[in-house]
C-alpha cells in the first residue's frame, strides 16, 4: 500500500516538519519539492519532502493536503542530502530553513528545475557588410555592432551595458542582426580538456603539491601555503585536469571580493569545458541555470563564493577553496556557516580531495596541518618577479594624530605622492571594538578582574568588560602616567576620507569598504579607476586587500594597529596579520619597490615583532601558543548566544536563565565553561538591547550534544518567547 502521509521540511523557523495528507492523483517523492497550504490564511509554502509514512501523531481530519508535486527527482543527490542534514544540525539552524537556504531561489518559489533558455543576438550577412561602411555619427549603433563582430552575444550583455530592448529590435528592424533562443545543451566535453595555451614549467613545489593531490584517490584534506604570487592558482589549474580528463567536476570557491574577471578569465581559458560563475549578484534565472549545469554535468568548473558550495554536482571530483582564510566564507545571518567547514566535510561525504590555499592560513587550519589531520603542501618562493617590501614601524606614542595619521607617516605620503606614485592606507574598522588608551605612555585601561582589556562604549559613555561584564563610567585620568590625554583607538573611514581631503587637496581619494560597493558593478569600476591611475590615494577596509595588485602602490600604511592588537576579538590580531601579509606581497614591483608602515603604541609587541622580522609562520605559531594558554579556539569550541528586545533588562534575564539552563545539564562538566551574559559589542542597534553569551566547551561532539539538549529546554522558557534570539556556531566575529 503506497504511504498516505508524506513528512516535510518548511522553511519556517520551528525545529520540526509539518505533516500532510497525500492526495490519490499526487506522487510526491522524498527529497522532492512540494507546496503545501500553511497556517490559518491562505499561505502557500515550498517544502522539501522528507519522509513517506503511514501514520501522523495527528489524526487524518487535522491534516491538510498537498497542493502540488513540484518535482519527479530529488532536488540534490544523496550525498549533498545528506549534507545539509548534517549542516542543519551542526549549525543548529531548522532543517526547512536550511534547504531552503541551499536552493536557488526561483526553486524556493516554485519554478520548475529546468533551463530557462536566453536570448542571443549575433549579425546578419547584411549587417556583416553593414558594418564593413561604417556608421558615421551613429556612435551606439556602432557600439552593439562591434560588440558582435565576433560572435553571438548574450541579450543580457546589452542591458548590462545600458542598450535596451527598443534599440536591439530597431536594429533587428534594418536586418542587421537577429535573435536566437538559447538553451545550455548536454553535450559531451571535447576529448582535449586542456586548451592550447602558454603554460610555465612548474617548479618543484608546485609539482610535488601537484602529485600528491593527483595521487589521492579519496578523501583528504591538504592545505596548499603558498606565498602570494607562488603560483598557487597555477596549481590549481593543473589539480583540476585530471579530474576533468577523468569526466568529472570542479568546485573552487573564492572570496567574496576575489571573483574577478581576470580569474574566471584564466579558468575559462585554461579549459575546453563550459565554466559556471555563481556568485550573490546573479539573477534568478541565471542562477538556476548555473545550477542545473552542475548538476546536469554541462558544467566541468563551477567558480563561486560562499554559497556555490551548496550545488549540487553530477560527479564532483575536486573541491578548492581559495584564500581559505577569508571571513566572508562565514555566513554572518540566518543559516551561520562557515564555507570552509562545510566544504571538507563536504569532501569527506563524497570521498573526494579538497585543497584550501591561502598565503596566511587560519590558525584552525594550521592547527589541523601541524597536527597531521590535514596534509601540508608549501610554495615557498613567489614564481613572478615581485620584490620584497621594505617594513617599518612608526612609534606614534605622544604624536599629534590627525584623525588616526601621525605626521611621519603624512610625511611619507608626501613623498610617495610627490613621486607620481599611489598611497594605500588601511583601518581595519570590522573590528571595530575600540580600547580607551592613555596616548603618553600607552597604558590602556584594563579590567581587574579578567585580564582583559575595558571596550569603550561611547553610547554609554562607559568601559565594560566582555568577559566578566564589569563596568565603569568612562575615566579622564591615566593611571600609569596620570595623563589626562586619553584616546580611543580606532577611526572610521569615512571620518579619514574627509580629513585626507583637507590635507591633500590636489590628490584625489577613494574610498573601498562594503558601504562605497554595495551597487553592482561599483566595486569593479573603482578598481579599473585606481588602475588607470584616477585616484592617487586609496582608503580601504580589509576588502581592497584581497587578489588586487596594484603595481602603482609604493605605500601601504596599517593606521589600526593598535585597535587589532587589543581588540575584545581574539581573532583581530590574526586578521592584522594576515591583512599586512596580503598587502606586503602585492605592493609595488621590481622597477617601484613598495614600503608598508605600521602605526602602533606599542612597538614591542611581540605579535607585531615576529610579523615584522620573521613571517607569517612565525606570528601564527606565537599566536597559537598565546590561544592555547588562554584556552581558545582552535583549542576550545564556542558558541555565541545573541538576543535582543525593546528592554534591557529582559534580553539580560534571558541570557541568565541560558546559562542556568546549560550549567544544569548533566552533559555540562568541567570542561565547559560559560562567559556572560555580557551586552553585545553594539549594545543597542535600531532601538533593541542586545547582549550576548559564550558557551566554550572542550570537544566539537560535546558542544553539539549539549546544545541539542539544551535547545528545547530554552525554547520552552516563558522569556524566551519575549526575545529574538539567535546560535552562532564557531563564531568568526566576536567584536
Ligand atoms: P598565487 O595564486 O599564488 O598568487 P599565481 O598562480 O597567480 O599565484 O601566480 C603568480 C604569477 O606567476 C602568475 O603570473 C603565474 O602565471 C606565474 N607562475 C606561476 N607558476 C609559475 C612557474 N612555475 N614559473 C613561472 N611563472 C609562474
Ligand atoms: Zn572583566
Ligand atoms: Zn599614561
Redesign the pocket.
Known amino acids: 500500500m503506497r504511504p498516505t502521509i508524506a513528512r516535510v521540511a518548511l522553511p519556517v523557523p520551528l525545529d520540526k516538519q509539518f505533516d500532510y495528507l497525500i492526495p490519490s492523483h499526487l506522487f510526491p517523492i522524498v527529497g522532492g519539492r512540494v507546496s503545501v497550504p500553511f497556517g490559518f490564511g491562505k499561505q502557500t509554502l515550498v517544502g522539501i519532502v522528507t519522509a513517506m509514512v503511514n501514520h501522523s501523531e495527528f489524526s487524518q481530519d487535522q491534516l491538510k493536503s498537498i497542493k502540488a508535486v513540484l518535482d519527479d527527482r530529488p532536488v540534490w543527490p544523496d550525498s549533498l542530502y545528506d549534507l545539509l542534514q548534517w549542516t542543519s544540525q551542526f549549525y543548529q539552524y531548522p532543517l526547512g530553513e536550511t534547504l531552503a537556504n541551499a536552493m536557488p531561489s526561483a526553486l524556493r518559489k516554485g519554478k520548475v528545475a529546468d533551463f530557462t533558455s536566453s536570448i542571443e543576438w549575433s549579425l546578419t550577412p547584411q549587417g556583416r557588410d553593414k558594418l564593413m561602411q561604417g556608421f558615421g555619427s551613429a556612435v551606439k549603433q556602432a557600439k552593439v555592432m562591434h560588440m558582435l563582430e565576433s560572435g553571438p552575444v548574450a541579450h543580457q550583455m546589452f542591458l548590462d551595458e545600458e542598450i535596451t530592448n527598443r534599440f536591439l529590435n530597431s536594429l533587428q528592424d534594418k536586418g542587421w542582426i537577429s535573435s536566437q533562443e538559447k538553451k545550455p545543451k548536454l553535450q559531451p566535453w571535447p576529448v582535449n580538456i586542456e586548451a592550447a595555451v602558454d603554460k ?4 618543484q613545489e ?1 609539482a610535488i603539491a601537484i602529485a600528491t593531490v593527483n595521487s589521492h584517490k579519496e578523501f583528504g584534506c591538504f592545505l596548499l601555503e ?10 590549481y589549474l593543473n589539480m583540476i585536469k585530471p579530474i576533468l580528463e577523468q569526466g568529472r567536476q570542479a568546485l573552487v570557491l573564492v572570496p567574496e571580493i576575489g571573483l574577478t574577471p581576470q580569474t574566471i578569465s584564466r579558468f575559462r581559458k585554461r579549459f575546453n569545458v563550459p565554466v559556471e560563475v555563481i556568485h550573490s549578484g546573479l539573477n534568478d534565472t541565471e542562477r538556476l541555470n548555473a545550477w542545473l549545469s552542475a548538476r546536469d554535468k554541462v558544467a566541468g568548473i563551477v567558480i563561486g563564493t560562499r554559497s556555490a558550495l551548496l550545488t549540487p554536482f553530477a560527479d564532483l571530483g575536486i573541491i578548492i577553496v ?1 584564500e581559505e582564510h577569508d571571513a566572508s566564507y562565514k555566513q554572518q545571518d540566518s543559516l551561520r556557516y562557515h564555507a570552509r567547514d562545510v566544504a571538507v566535510m563536504r569532501a569527506n561525504k563524497e570521498q573526494i580531495p579538497i585543497v584550501l ?1 591561502s ?1 596566511t592560513p587560519a590558525l584552525e587550519t594550521l592547527h589541523n596541518a601541524m597536527t597531521g589531520k590535514y596534509h601540508h603542501l608549501i ?1 615557498s618562493y ?3 618577479n615581485a620584490v620584497p617590501t621594505t617594513n617599518k614601524v612608526f612609534d606614534v606614542k605622544g604624536l599629534y594624530l590627525e584623525s588616526g595619521l601621525s605626521a611621519p607617516l603624512i610625511a611619507e605620503m608626501r613623498r610617495h605622492l610627490s613621486a607620481g606614485n599611489q598611497v594605500m592606507l588601511f583601518l581595519n574598522r570590522r573590528g571595530f571594538s575600540p580600547a580607551l588608551m592613555c596616548h603618553d605612555c600607552g597604558w590602556i585601561a584594563e579590567c581587574k578582574r579578567c585580564d582583559a582589556y575595558y571596550t569603550y562604549h561611547q553610547y554609554s559613555n562607559e568601559i565594560r568588560c566582555h568577559h566578566c561584564g564589569s563596568q565603569q563610567p568612562i575615566i579622564h585620568q591615566c593611571q600609569g602616567c596620570g595623563s589626562t590625554n586619553l584616546v580611543t583607538v580606532g577611526v572610521g573611514t569615512e571620518q579619514l576620507e574627509v580629513q585626507l581631503e583637507q590635507l591633500f587637496p590636489d590628490y584625489k581619494t577613494i574610498r573601498i569598504d562594503r558601504d562605497s560597493t554595495r551597487r553592482k558593478g561599483s566595486l569593479e569600476s573603482a578598481l579599473s579607476a585606481i588602475r588607470k591611475g584616477e585616484y592617487q590615494i586609496l582608503i580601504g577596509t580589509q576588502m581592497l586587500a584581497k587578489g588586487h595588485h596594484f603595481p602603482d602602490v609604493t605605500l601601504v600604511a596599517l593606521l589600526d594597529v593598535d585597535g587589532s592588537l587589543y581588540s575584545s576579538d581574539f581573532r583581530a590580531s590574526e586578521r592584522l596579520a594576515q591583512l599586512f601579509t596580503q598587502v606586503a606581497g602585492r605592493a609595488g614591483r621590481a622597477s617601484k619597490p613598495g614600503e608598508v608602515v605600521l602605526q602602533t603604541h606599542h612597538p614591542e609587541h611581540p605579535l607585531l615583532q615576529a610579523l615584522l622580522h620573521k613571517n607569517y609562520r612565525h606570528f601564527a605559531e606565537a599566536a597559537l601558543y598565546e590561544r592555547q594558554t588562554a584556552m581558545l579556539p582552535p583549542y576550545t569550541y564556542l558558541t555565541l548566544f545573541r538576543a535582543e528586545a525593546n528592554q534591557s533588562q529582559l534580553v539580560e534575564d534571558f541570557l541568565r536563565q541560558v546559562r542556568h539552563t546549560l550549567e544544569a545539564n548533566p552533559l555540562f562538566d568541567r570542561g565547559c565553561l560559560v562567559l556572560g551574559p555580557t551586552p553585545a559589542p553594539l549594545a543597542k542597534r535600531a532601538g533593541k538591547y542586545r547582549w550576548q553569551l559564550l558557551l566554550q566547551t572542550q570537544s566539537r561532539p560535546q558542544m553539539q550534544r549539549l546544545l541539542a539538549s539544551s535547545k528545547a529546554a530554552i525554547n520552552m522558557l516563558p522569556i524566551a518567547k519575549k526575545v529574538r534570539w539567535t546560535l552562532d556556531i564557531e563564531p568568526q566575529d566576536l567584536s
Open positions: 610555465p614549467k612548474l617548479n608546485q603558498g606565498v602570494t604570487g607562488s603560483g598557487k592558482t597555477e596549481v581559495d590555499g598565503a610554495l613567489r614564481a613572478g
